[in-house]
């Protein structure tokens, strides 16, 4: 393992963890959320605007990026940090959910995935040592071990049988990994629904020593109480001293209610995605910007805010921009909230650290349940 990617736990405060990993590129602050910027970009964002909210990690994907511009392409161009002018830790996907999600006609065998691209239909095969190769070639920071992720719900014997090809996976993506100063490889914890299937995931990828653990699988139709029991059942066996990743998840109540179970990282789109489509998440919970309440309104988003866009742009004029699908009602929204999802993650670090999580945690969901006053 390089010495060159740490982790540090500063404080914790009952299972909630607040740290730092430590990469030749930056400190990521822990817990903390990483952008999407699934294709070389967050989407609707300048990389100096995210940086500014507070992001010290940006997640990019290895499905996409191997589709186009093609991993080989992006080294060439002097790898996905230079190519997205990003200089700072960039954590990557395997692919295996997107594979699943997204690709057509895909066939699964021990080897790797065959499918055809969503985008043109060519066909490509993707296996543990492929996917490593093309994370390597793009220089991420963190890598993703590649695995398969089912849908849920499903069987008991289908959660099983990927869960243990996952694990094979896992010591092929290992090997194909090596050493590689400075980079860090997670495995992922994969067991479906099942507490008996999810902890002999976690046992087996602890025995292989990887540099932190990812929790997949989850966020991928289940209940959030099927995910936060998932979560219950492999925190204790995780060591406390290698980074927690929860993948693809996910809303405000359900990073605050994971960061209370230990986790230490999360990525979802939802932010963004979220601002592109009219909504904003904030501390009073999540507004439609669409709704014709908001047509007159002249009142911020959140007059309290120190982040310019939520304080400085009247309820209306955003209600327009969204309602006249101007770029600009995208750009601003999906600000907003990213500015809030950051603000969340700074103010959970805070708390951990000062032993007062549990007052925030109640104080932040009061907030959301009190919702926003009317005009």
């Known amino acids: 393992m390089s010495a060159d990617f740490t982790f540090t736990l500063a404080a914790t405060d009952g299972s909630a963890r ?84 997204l690709a057509k006609l895909r066939k699964l065998d021990e080897s790797g995935v065959t499918f055809q691209s969503h985008i043109d239909g060519r066909a490509f095969h993707l296996t543990p040592e492929r996917s490593m190769e093309i994370q390597a070639l793009l220089g991420s920071d963190i890598q993703m071990q590649f695995d398969e992720c089912v849908r849920l719900p499903c069987s008991d014997a289908e959660a099983e049988r990927a869960m243990q090809l996952s694990l094979r996976w896992a010591e092929r993506s290992k090997r194909a990994f090596g050493t ?16 008996q299937l999810r902890s002999a995931s976690a046992r087996a990828l602890v025995d292989m020593d990887f540099h932190g653990y990812s929790i997949g699988g989850l966020a991928v139709g289940e209940p959030q109480a099927t995910m936060l029991a998932m979560l219950e059942v492999v925190e204790p066996l995780l060591p406390s001293h290698k980074p927690r ?12 209610k994971s960061v209370a179970r230990g986790v230490d990282m999360f990525d979802c789109v939802m932010p963004t995605r979220a601002g592109r489509h ?11 910007m669409r709704n014709a309440k908001h047509a007159d309104d002249p009142r911020p988003i ?28 995208m750009m601003l929204l999906t600000s907003i909230n990213l500015a809030y999802y950051q603000d969340l993650m700074a103010g959970m670090r805070v708390a951990i650290a000062e032993a007062r999580f549990a007052d925030f945690y109640q104080n932040t969901q009061a907030n959301w349940a009190k919702g926003d006053a009317p005009a």
């Open 18 to 101: 607040t740290g730092a990993i430590s990469t030749p590129r930056g400190t990521i602050r822990t817990p903390a959320f990483m952008p999407v910027g699934t294709a070389a970009t967050v989407k609707a964002m300048h990389p100096g605007d995210v940086r500014a909210l507070g992001a010290d990690v940006v997640l990019g994907n290895t499905y996409h990026l191997m589709l186009r511009p093609g991993a080989e392409r992006v080294a060439e161009l002097g790898g996905l940090h230079k190519f997205m002018n990003w200089p700072h830790p960039i954590l990557t996907d395997s692919g295996g959910f997107q594979v699943m999600s």
């Open 245 to 256: 990743y929860l993948m693809g998840v996910g809303t405000p109540d359900d990073l605050l």
């Open 180 to 195: 590689q100063p400075g980079h860090a490889l997670f495995g992922i914890v994969q067991g479906g629904a099942n507490p």
């Open 278 to 288: 009219g909504q904003a998440y904030t501390r009073l919970g999540r507004l439609n």
């Open 302 to 329: 959140d007059a309290q805010s120190s982040h310019g866009p939520t304080r400085d742009y009247s309820r209306a004029y955003l209600h327009h921009l969204v309602k006249s699908q101007e770029i600009l009602g």
